[in-house]
């Protein structure tokens, strides 16, 4: 049976105007046929897969960054679709996580291929999330960061905001409820990640998958902002929970509470505050992703 998909191509994405056609292409040499919507201004992906869903569609192809994905990503649990990455953002840190090649039409032909895999989201305040929810110095950066800058700088725009906010950036205390325990502490920033990369260029943990069954929460107990230049290659690589400094654990569920109300950020967007009340989502869509590698894993 041939393949019907309802395409959602994010144009205002960083690589949204680059010619999409040869990897659009491929899916239709594959037999897919492809119905794409151009969204309304204000329209999200999600308010898009909801009225058309009654259509016969079998999957949905999203073009775009990780904001176009989380933006779906309630609509993809309702329906139950299937969905493809076509990566056209900043970051694409989902792609990243599930291995799926930076290079849009090499990402379609993973897409046409057929493989899907179920994994797991991350849910902040009833608000889905595919890669990393944080408070603090996270989503101080992105709130600062405009979408023009990311489309201009790529991932240097995220180097450039966080050098500017570095020195600006100061302590807040906190109060972490987890597996029947309450920590009060001092943090200039607490993620919980479901995926492995997040922000450009940082890992959540070393050995995070988006189908791993847990969340990996990390918060940064540091007393100097330069700590955090010193803690940065740790970062990037997800070793960071060795720290003394820094409380990391897997958890499914927890809850983070502050003094005033702070920002979340989810998958790069400001989309809720604190009191902040975390879950595990476990394998509640699926991805086309690529073949397993020989070691028999597909991350």
């Given amino acids: 049976m041939a393949e019907h998909a309802l395409l959602i191509v994010n144009r205002q ?28 201004p204000g329209q999200t992906a999600a308010e898009v897969i909801r009225a058309r869903a009654g259509e016969g569609f079998t999957a949905v192809i999203l073009g775009g960054g990780d904001g176009t994905l989380n933006a779906a990503a309630p609509a993809l649990i309702e329906t139950g679709l ?52 944080s408070i603090g110095f996270s989503a101080q950066l992105a709130a600062g960061l405009g979408r023009e800058e990311k489309k201009r700088w790529g991932k240097l725009g995220y180097a450039l905001a966080a050098f500017r906010l570095l020195r600006r950036v100061r302590p807040f205390t906190a109060w972490l409820a987890h597996d029947g325990q309450v920590e009060r502490i001092r ?33 940064l107990e540091l007393d100097h902002w330069w700590r955090l230049l010193a803690l940065l ?48 989502l476990p394998k509640v869509v699926k991805v086309f992703v690529p073949a397993p590698r020989p070691e028999g894993s597909f991350f």
């Fill in 82 to 133: 299937p969905f493809g990455i076509l990566p056209l953002g900043t970051a694409n840190d989902l792609a990243r996580s599930l291995e799926i090649p930076p290079d849009p039409v090499e990402a379609a032909r993973i897409i046409a291929e057929g493989r899907t895999r179920p994994i797991d989201l991350g849910e902040v305040n009833g608000l889905p999330f595919f890669n990393v929810a």
């Fill in 13 to 40: 994405a960083r690589n949204g105007g680059a010619a999409i056609d040869a990897a659009l292409e491929v899916l239709r040499q594959a037999g897919w046929q492809l119905a794409e919507h151009r969204c309304q």
């Fill in 187 to 219: 943090t200039i920033q607490v993620s919980v990640g479901n995926g492995r990369h997040y922000g450009g260029g940082m890992t959540v943990a070393s050995t995070a998958r988006p189908d791993d069954g847990k969340l990996d929460l990390y918060s």
């Fill in 233 to 280: 290659p740790a970062l990037r690589r997800g070793t960071h929970g060795q720290w003394k400094d820094v409380r990391a654990f897997p958890t499914t569920a927890c809850e983070v509470r502050t003094r005033r109300k702070m920002p979340v950020n989810t998958d790069g967007e400001i989309n809720t505050h604190t009191p902040a009340r975390f879950r595990l």
